[in-house]
């Protein structure tokens, strides 16, 4: 269900509502665009459900399904798979108890002034900025760049903006490479965020009410912004701090959930 009723939100929080409707749309409505998935796109599928089951910091019951569902991909073995069997996990065929997906599409802080605005994309931006910041607080062992690796690979296989998977994928072959560890992902995933913004400042695709802009702008963080000699510079530590406590679990705000 899509629901258009506006929602007076807080434009510096994080919703968990943006958050299960992304997972929602993209498991629901991106994968299934591939009735069969298999190879580099089931690689991709595999860990993007791994990183959600374990960095995605939801309630109990969307953590369940995540984890069922992550169970039943590692030990599938075949090189492909169809939609309809993952759609089986997560409608909960198998009867895990307390596990559900939410079925909607309900945009909070990521509502746009228009239908065709914001939405989608923007929850994807969230969710990934999220898990890159709950992975550098994390104890986990595991490959310190899975988080921008289920990214890339997502964003390459199915996110349906072609053009967006383009840009993006172009992006990281040009610097991912330079990410070493957990707090440089953060970093990087927030600097090119900026790069985006900055190339689609004005462009038809922009909401007119929430225009692209350099990313936190010095009313949220003073302290991320200095001028030196008139040049603009970011502090980097202060950033960091702010992205750490932006995308805290516990500052996400669950208005509007069923
Ligand atoms: P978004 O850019 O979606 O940002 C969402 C929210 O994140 C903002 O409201 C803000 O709270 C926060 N935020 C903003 N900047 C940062 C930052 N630097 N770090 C952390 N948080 C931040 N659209 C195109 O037209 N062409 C493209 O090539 C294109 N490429 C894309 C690539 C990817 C991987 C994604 C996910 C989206 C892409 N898009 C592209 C869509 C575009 O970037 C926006 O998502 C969309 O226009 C909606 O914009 P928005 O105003 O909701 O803000």
Redo the contacts with the bound molecule.
């Keep these: 269900t899509v629901d258009r009723e506006w929602r007076e939100f807080n434009r510096s929080r994080v919703y968990m509502a943006d958050l299960e409707s992304a997972l929602h749309y993209s498991l629901r409505v991106e994968v299934a665009a591939y009735p069969e998935i298999r190879g580099e796109a089931l690689s991709a599928l595999k860990l993007y459900i791994s990183v959600l089951a374990k960095y995605f910091p939801g309630r109990p019951v969307v953590m369940n399904l995540l984890q069922a569902l992550d169970s039943w991909l590692t030990d599938y073995k075949e090189f492909k798979v169809s939609y309809s069997s993952i759609k089986a996990v997560l409608d909960n065929a198998g009867e895990v108890p307390n596990a559900v997906l939410p079925n909607e599409e309900k945009w909070v802080g990521?509502q746009g002034s228009q239908p065709h605005?914001?939405g989608y994309?923007?929850s994807?931006?969230?969710l990934f900025?999220l898990l890159t910041v709950q992975a550098a607080e994390s104890t986990s062992s595991s490959d310190p760049l899975d988080v921008l690796k289920a990214m890339r690979s997502y964003?390459k296989n199915f996110?349906g903006?072609r053009?967006?998977a383009t840009?993006?994928e172009s992006m990281a072959e040009d610097s991912m490479g330079e990410v070493t560890n957990r707090t440089t992902s953060v970093l990087w995933l927030?600097a090119r965020?900026?790069q985006?913004?900055s190339r689609?400042a004005g462009?038809l695709?922009?909401?007119p009410q929430?225009p692209?802009i350099q990313?936190p702008p010095p009313d949220m963080c003073p302290q991320c912004h200095s001028v030196t000699g008139g040049e603009h510079e970011w502090k980097q530590g202060a950033v960091l701090d702010f992205?750490r406590s932006h995308f805290a679990a516990d500052r996400i705000l669950r208005d509007h959930l069923e």
Aim: aromatic content about 24%; proline content about 3%.
């Design positions: 990521c605005y914001r994309p923007c994807v931006w969230t900025h964003v996110f903006c053009e967006c840009h993006f927030w965020h900026n985006v913004n689609l462009a695709s922009e909401d929430f692209k990313w992205l």
